[in-house]
């Protein structure tokens, strides 16, 4: 096993996080770690567990989708896991490294006409943080796929965890709550044989959908999770808050639960309209959304 004294100076330090996050938005990390398909598994779990039996803090991202880092940045090691990799197997199933991308594994599904995956064409992000937040779009999800995961402990321990221990719900799970540093290793995922037109199709009409409804341009993604029996976009745009900015955070014009940056953002800037929509929309529904996102580094 690697110590920490050995790792170390082999790590970029004071890097900026913002340009592996999907809104390019956060200040550095002190120490910086990205897996590419080239890293091998040994390599990703002596890095995770040499940092954290050093006592230095770990935080692993995939496509950054999900997150929105400070403007401080983020004190500890950072890893970007774009580790990629995809094994099929004959019973429906394939074994995919955390890493790999959604876009890249619901293409590769639908080229050999397997379904289950089309929701994910245009959700950005990696295998890994689909498990963690239970990505999802068009009516399915990450557990609708999900036979069980490989999940690495602090002490370099893996685990294999059956679905139902991840406890599934909306846009959250098991890991997103757990109190220690985990870190997926790879997935078992399920999916049906389809025609491989049909699939297309599906994922086209998707990708279509999106162009019309979503912006272009570098945000989060959605950025509150939709409350009970309603819209989270839709309690936005009721209040007039469609293209209210502050700073160059803007609520997008096209949805209004998508906010945009433009590469020189604050995530200060940006946050701080993630609360202002909070406290209008609780003003005039008595609803308080809940973010999506997760607010990451020091604030």
């Not at 091998?40 to 039996?53: E, H, K, N, Q, Y």
């Not at 779009?137 to 990450?142: I, K, P």
């Not at 029996?229 to 936005?236: E, H, N, P, S």
Request: glycine content about 12%; proline content about 4%; hydrophobic content about 45%.
């Amino acid at each position: 096993m690697t110590r920490w004294s050995e790792l170390e100076p082999t790590l970029a330090r004071a890097q900026p996080i913002g340009k592996y996050t999907a809104a390019r938005i956060g200040g550095p990390a002190d120490y910086l770690f990205v897996a590419d398909s080239g890293t091998s598994d040994a390599t990703l779990i002596d890095v995770f567990t040499a940092a954290l039996g050093a006592g230095v803090p770990v935080r692993v991202i995939g496509g950054g989708a999900n997150i929105l880092v400070s403007d401080a940045g983020v004190r500890g090691l950072v890893i970007v896991n774009r580790a990629g990799g995809i094994v099929w197997e004959e019973d429906g199933c394939v074994q995919v490294r955390a890493g790999t991308g959604l876009l890249a594994l619901a293409r590769a599904a639908a080229a050999r006409g397997w379904r289950g995956f089309e929701w994910a064409v245009g959700v950005p992000g990696t295998v890994g943080g689909a498990v963690v937040n239970n990505a999802g779009a068009h009516g399915s999800d990450m557990a609708a796929s999900l036979v069980e995961a490989v999940i690495v402990q602090a002490d370099g321990a893996l685990e294999t965890w059956p679905k139902a221990r991840f406890a599934f719900d909306y846009r959250t799970s098991a890991l997103k709550q757990a109190a220690d540093p985990l870190l997926v290793l790879s997935a078992r995922l399920h999916f049906d044989a389809d025609d491989p037109a049909a699939v297309q199709a599906r994922m086209s009409e998707y990708t279509a959908h999106r162009r019309r409804t979503q912006p272009s341009g570098a945000s989060l993604g959605s950025v509150f999770k939709n409350p009970p029996g309603d819209y989270a976009g839709r309690l936005i745009e009721a209040c007039g808050l469609k293209g209210c900015t502050i700073g160059t955070a803007q609520v997008s014009t096209v949805h209004a639960n998508f906010f945009l940056s433009d590469g020189q953002t604050r995530a200060a800037d940006y946050r701080a309209l993630i609360e202002l929509v909070q406290a209008e929309v609780e003003r005039r529904f008595g609803v308080l959304l809940e973010p999506e996102i997760q607010f990451v580094g020091e604030w």
